[in-house]
C-alpha cells in the first residue's frame, strides 16, 4: 500500500511513524486512519523493528479527527467511522511490540486517542492534550471515553471530556496521562532513546509483559494472574529465558532470536 499521508522511516531496531498533514495538522481522515492501520500491521511483522515510534509532522500530533469529512455522515457512517478508529487503535494497543507517542503539539480528540492507544507517551512542553468533542456536540469515537479513565481516574477522565478544554503538557504529567515532558528540539530523540532501551530486550517478553497488563485491565487480578503465569511459562518454553539467564551470568548481550 502506498502512503499518502504518513512517513514511515526505521532506524536500526525502531521505526518512526509520523502523521504527515501539515496543512490539517495532522487530522485523521478515513484514508488517513487506513494507512495507520496497514502501517502498524505491516511493522508488527517485521522482524527487524522491535519498537515504533508514532508522532506528527509540523506543530501537531494530530489535531482530532477531520471535521470536515465528518460534516455531512448520517448516523449509520458515522458509526463505521468509529468501529475503523476503534479497530484501528485496538491494534495499536494489542501489536505484540511496544508503540511510544511522541506528541508534539497538538493532541486533540481522535489524537489524544490515538496517543492513548499507545503504551507510552512522551510531550513535548508545547503539547495541548483534550476531548473536546462535546463542544462540536458529539462525543469521542475512537475508545477516548474508555481509555481516558483507565489512565487518569474517571473524575479527571469526566472533567476532561464534559468540559471539552485542553491540558498542558505538565498537567498531563500530573494526571498519569504522559509519562515524560521534555523540550520540543529533544522529543524525537528522547521517544527513539527510550524506544531503543525497550529493543534491547527479549522481544517475546515484551510483548508478553505488554498483553498480560492489557488483560489485567478487563479481568480481575487471579485471572490477570493466570495469563501472567501462562506467559512467564511461554518465556521459558520459547528458550528467550534460557538465553537472557546464560547472558546476565557471562556478562553480554543476549543475541535474541528474530520473531
Not at 523493528?49 to 477531520?66: E, P, Q, S
Not at 497538538?106 to 462535546?134: F, H, N, W
Amino acid at each position: 500500500m502506498k502512503l499518502k499521508n504518513l512517513v514511515v522511516e526505521k532506524d536500526g531496531s525502531v521505526a518512526v511513524v509520523t502523521v504527515n498533514r501539515p496543512d490539517a495538522l495532522n487530522a485523521i481522515n478515513v484514508e488517513t486512519m487506513t494507512e495507520i492501520g496497514h502501517a502498524v500491521l505491516e511493522l508488527g511483522s517485521d522482524p527487524d523493528v522491535r519498537a515504533i515510534v508514532i508522532t506528527g509532522a509540523g506543530k501537531a500530533f494530530v489535531a482530532g479527527a477531520d471535521i470536515a469529512e465528518l460534516k455531512d455522515k448520517d448516523g449509520m457512517q458515522a458509526r463505521e467511522v468509529s468501529q475503523l478508529g476503534q479497530r484501528t487503535f485496538s491494534a495499536i494497543e494489542n501489536l505484540p511490540k511496544p508503540v511510544i507517542a511522541a506528541v508534539n503539539g497538538y493532541a486533540l480528540g481522535g489524537g489524544l486517542e490515538l496517543a492513548m492507544s499507545c503504551d507510552l507517551r512522551i510531550a513535548s512542553t508545547k503539547a495541548k492534550m483534550g476531548q473536546p468533542e462535546v463542544k462540536i456536540g458529539t462525543v469521542p469515537g475512537f475508545a477516548g471515553t474508555q481509555r481516558l479513565p483507565r489512565l487518569v481516574g474517571f473524575g479527571r477522565a469526566k472533567e476532561m471530556l464534559l468540559v471539552g478544554e485542553p491540558i498542558d503538557a505538565e498537567t498531563a504529567l500530573s494526571y498519569g496521562l504522559v509519562n515524560k515532558v521534555v523540550e520540543p528540539e529533544s522529543l524525537l530523540d528522547e521517544a527513539k532513546a527510550l524506544a531503543a532501551r525497550i529493543a534491547k530486550n527479549g522481544p517475546a517478553a515484551v510483548g508478553l509483559a505488554k498483553a498480560c497488563v492489557n488483560k489485567g485491565t478487563s479481568t480481575d487480578v487471579d485471572a490477570g494472574g493466570t495469563h501472567e503465569s501462562e506467559a512467564f511459562g511461554l518465556c521459558f518454553a520459547s528458550g528467550e529465558a534460557g538465553e537472557g539467564i546464560t547472558a546476565f551470568f557471562e556478562k553480554r548481550d543476549a543475541a535474541w532470536v528474530k520473531k
